[in-house]
């Protein structure tokens, strides 16, 4: 977690992450009927670019980071950007019990890959949406393991099979499948591309 702690200040300076956060915001909006969302969860948020996309298309949006540098840095930009309706809280819903609201969208965006047990956070995904709430998961699709430079022991994406039957296995309903945006990574002079699926799943 330190390397997120260290990368906040200028996180948000990076136009690729701008322009990727309001290119799924769009996307999200036509696939969820937002008026009918009454509290929000973006997991995984960071600075919150994802969830600063849709504030004025929900009501109500906790954003949740164990980095505490990058809640301070969502905290701030709600502050100076005079913002009420997003909640920036540092929490690990890996490590500390279930927050007491429950939700009628929870989303995650290139966080799941960082989490090594999928299982249990999509089972705790599913115990904080209320009925018929959704889950937004947007993150790779199956990589060879270029994404990420240096010692990383997250999952290389996902295969949408392994996960589908995971998310069922936790009670939750796969809906839709597509690639919703394509990151461009040019190693050793190597033009590589990585995939983005936003995969969607209903509780019951």
């Not at 929900?58 to 301070?72: A, F, Q, R, Y």
């Not at 960082?114 to 089972?123: A, F, G, K, P, Q």
């Not at 699709?141 to 990383?152: I, L, P, V, Y």
Request: proline letters at 2%; one cysteine or more.
């Amino acid at each position: 977690m330190a390397e997120f702690d260290e990368k906040a200040a200028t996180w948000d300076d990076n136009p690729v992450r701008v322009h990727r956060a309001e290119v799924i915001a769009e996307l999200l909006a036509l696939r969820i009927d937002l008026a009918k969302v009454n509290e929000a969860m973006e997991y995984g948020s960071g600075t919150g670019l994802l969830s600063f996309a849709l504030k004025d298309k929900l009501k109500s949006i906790v954003l949740i980071d164990e980095s505490e540098s990058m809640i301070e840095m969502a905290i701030e930009k709600c502050n100076s950007l005079g913002v009420a309706n997003l909640k920036p809280i540092q929490y690990n819903l890996m490590e500390q019990p279930l927050l007491d609201s429950k939700f009628d969208l929870i989303y995650i965006l290139l966080t799941l890959h960082h989490i090594n047990d999928t299982s249990v956070i999509l089972d705790k995904f599913r115990q904080s949406l209320n009925n018929n709430g959704h889950l937004v998961i947007i993150d790779l699709e199956s990589e060879d393991g270029s994404f990420h430079e240096g010692d990383f022991h997250g999952h290389h994406g996902f295969d949408r099979q392994e996960l589908e039957e995971k998310l069922r296995a936790a009670y939750l309903k796969p809906t839709s499948y597509e690639v919703c945006y394509v990151l461009e990574n040019d190693t050793d002079g190597d033009d590589k591309k990585y995939p983005l699926f936003m995969l969607i799943a209903e509780s019951a």
